[in-house]
């Protein structure tokens, strides 16, 4: 939910990894959302929401103990306690804020979600008061998810208790990799034995669902530490397991080496090495009784492990973005927190909501945005666009699917369309074929 750098590579290797955005999030791009359109997201507001539109809250604590080599969020690893404290008393305000506006209703968060960053960075207390202002202001009691993630070495099992006292399901560790060398040179604040440690924490305290990230392709990855990454993974058997790989976004640590030193290709594994590691890691798990649900995610059972946040904003739920660089979806217009510390916290200082920039697409823009995410889904459903949209996707697609089924990346049956393996593999460059021409870029992965 953080903001992200909108270029793109240009021409060149396409198999070499190359600086830029590849990961497809929303739609329109980022970078077509503008200060002139700001005046739609207070509009949008104000507005009763549509009804059976879920409500979701996202919020951003972008605290770190140290920054990734390859991390494009916004954090920052050097707040003190009281600094924290205001940021926390800023964000709360900005729910104060929403919590009066019309386009709230009657409804309740049915997600939440606590990304960063590093969440579980905050102290227990800080953690505590956050929360029970957060319930005041809007109810919780009718939220079906609330996700936490945490970095492995900021936890405790005193911390791990609060973070399930205040409600959390599912709990998503950022273990990346389980190699200190290469936990090391890419700059991560963990090392191996706290993966184990506030695992096995976690585990005994009862979570519903505890899900592990995993990053195909950090630098210094080799197929072999990859493959004991898969198994260490299996071994601990987590309820699911989110798989990326890895890109080297502009504003990274390893883009800014990259340039200094005149190098125009990553360090790191090329696209074609990067898709058979996340083939083989999707292989094993499946051997091993996991259900592969995405581009990305694999579940150990899925009649009870979900993943509402991604599921319900990727079919066009409401979702409130508290934190600095924060983004929303309101009533269908997109818009997004100021991106900075200083006029995020002044503006809520002086009782304004801070956004800065906004978009409302088009009836098809917001048609394309559906289905490109749902798309990662590994399947689309032709009749729920039929019946939210008025069109089959089979036919407004007709050429762009016939490219994908001759490529043999899709097959098309009366109710579906379904990408294979290889295509979800290389999903976020197919994706693009989907995009309305002003929105098309030179090359993704």
Same mark, same amino acid.
């Given at each position: 939910?953080?903001? $992200?750098?909108?270029?793109?590579?240009?021409?060149?290797?396409?198999?070499?990894?190359? +600086?830029?955005?590849?990961?497809?999030?929303?739609?329109?791009?980022?970078?077509?959302?503008?200060?002139?359109?700001?005046? #739609?997201?207070?509009?949008?507001? !104000?507005?009763? &929401?549509?009804?059976?539109? &879920?409500?979701?809250?996202?919020?951003?604590?972008?605290? %770190?103990? *140290?920054? %990734?080599?390859? %991390?494009?969020? *916004?954090?920052?690893?050097?707040? =003190?306690?009281?600094?924290?404290?205001?940021?926390?008393?800023?964000?709360?305000?900005?729910?104060?804020?929403?919590?009066? $506006?019309?386009?709230?209703? #009657?409804?309740?968060?049915?997600?939440?979600?606590?990304?960063?960053?590093?969440?579980?960075?905050?102290?227990?207390?800080?953690?505590?008061?956050? @929360?029970? /202002?957060? $319930?005041?202001?809007?109810?919780?009691d009718a939220a079906e998810e609330i996700t936490f993630e945490c970095e492995p070495g900021t936890l405790t099992e005193n911390k791990l208790r609060v973070i399930r006292e205040i409600g959390v399901t599912r709990l998503s560790l950022g273990i990346e990799n389980f190699n200190d060398h290469i936990l090391e040179i890419n700059g991560r604040a963990h090392g191996s034995k706290e993966i184990d440690r506030s695992y096995?924490?976690?585990?005994?305290?009862?979570?519903?669902?505890?899900?592990?990230?995993?990053?195909?392709?950090?630098?210094? #990855?080799?197929?072999?530490?990859?493959?004991? %990454?898969?198994?260490? @993974?299996?071994?601990?058997?987590?309820?699911?397991?989110?798989?990326?790989?890895?890109?080297?976004?502009?504003?990274?640590?390893?883009?800014?080496?990259?340039?200094?030193?005149?190098?125009?290709?990553?360090?790191?594994? =090329?696209?074609?090495?990067?898709? #058979?590691?996340? $083939?083989?890691?999707?292989?094993?798990?499946?051997? +091993?009784?996991?259900?592969?649900?995405?581009?990305?995610?694999?579940?150990?059972?899925?009649?009870?492990?979900?993943?509402?946040?991604?599921?319900?904003?990727?079919?066009?739920?409401?979702?409130?973005?508290?934190?600095?660089?924060?983004f929303s979806h309101i009533g269908g217009t997109h818009f997004q927190n100021q991106h900075d510390w200083t006029p995020y916290v002044t503006q809520l200082e002086e009782g304004r909501l801070p956004i800065y920039r906004a978009l409302t697409p088009s009836h098809e823009e917001r048609m394309i945005r559906e289905f490109v995410l749902q798309m990662k889904l590994g399947h689309v459903s032709r009749e729920y666009f039929?019946?939210?949209?008025?069109?089959? &996707?089979?036919?407004?697609?007709?050429?762009?699917?016939? *490219?994908?089924?001759?490529?043999?990346?899709?097959?098309?049956?009366?109710?579906?369309?379904?990408?294979?393996?290889?295509?979800?593999?290389?999903?976020?460059?197919?994706?693009? !074929?989907?995009?309305?021409?002003?929105? /098309?870029?030179?090359?993704? +992965?």
């Amino acid at each position: 939910m953080d903001s $992200k750098v909108t270029n793109h590579p240009q021409h060149g290797n396409e198999t070499k990894t190359q +600086a830029g955005n590849y990961f497809v999030s929303n739609y329109p791009p980022y970078s077509f959302w503008t200060a002139d359109h700001v005046g #739609e997201a207070f509009a949008a507001l !104000e507005r009763t &929401p549509t009804p059976n539109t &879920p409500l979701g809250v996202y919020l951003h604590i972008p605290f %770190c103990r *140290k920054r %990734c080599r390859f %991390c494009y969020f *916004k954090v920052y690893t050097d707040k =003190d306690a009281n600094e924290i404290e205001n940021y926390l008393k800023a964000a709360t305000r900005e729910l104060e804020l929403y919590s009066s $506006k019309r386009f709230i209703g #009657e409804r309740k968060p049915t997600f939440i979600y606590f990304g960063g960053g590093t969440p579980s960075f905050i102290s227990s207390r800080q953690l505590m008061g956050l @929360t029970d /202002r957060m $319930k005041e202001l809007l109810s919780w009691d009718a939220a079906e998810e609330i996700t936490f993630e945490c970095e492995p070495g900021t936890l405790t099992e005193n911390k791990l208790r609060v973070i399930r006292e205040i409600g959390v399901t599912r709990l998503s560790l950022g273990i990346e990799n389980f190699n200190d060398h290469i936990l090391e040179i890419n700059g991560r604040a963990h090392g191996s034995k706290e993966i184990d440690r506030s695992y096995h924490f976690a585990r005994s305290i009862g979570f519903q669902q505890i899900n592990i990230d995993l990053i195909a392709g950090m630098v210094g #990855e080799t197929t072999h530490n990859w493959t004991d %990454c898969v198994r260490k @993974t299996i071994a601990l058997s987590p309820d699911s397991v989110t798989i990326y790989q890895m890109e080297i976004p502009f504003n990274t640590t390893i883009f800014k080496e990259m340039k200094a030193g005149g190098e125009t290709v990553a360090p790191v594994a =090329d696209w074609e090495t990067k898709r #058979e590691w996340v $083939k083989h890691a999707f292989a094993q798990l499946e051997r +091993a009784g996991y259900h592969v649900g995405s581009a990305y995610t694999a579940v150990k059972d899925p009649s009870r492990t979900r993943f509402l946040y991604r599921d319900l904003l990727w079919s066009g739920a409401d979702l409130i973005g508290l934190g600095v660089a924060s983004f929303s979806h309101i009533g269908g217009t997109h818009f997004q927190n100021q991106h900075d510390w200083t006029p995020y916290v002044t503006q809520l200082e002086e009782g304004r909501l801070p956004i800065y920039r906004a978009l409302t697409p088009s009836h098809e823009e917001r048609m394309i945005r559906e289905f490109v995410l749902q798309m990662k889904l590994g399947h689309v459903s032709r009749e729920y666009f039929r019946a939210k949209f008025g069109i089959d &996707p089979q036919e407004r697609f007709a050429q762009s699917l016939g *490219k994908l089924q001759s490529q043999g990346f899709l097959e098309v049956d009366n109710g579906s369309l379904r990408l294979n393996r290889e295509a979800l593999l290389q999903v976020d460059k197919l994706l693009h !074929e989907f995009f309305l021409p002003q929105h /098309r870029n030179a090359r993704y +992965a």
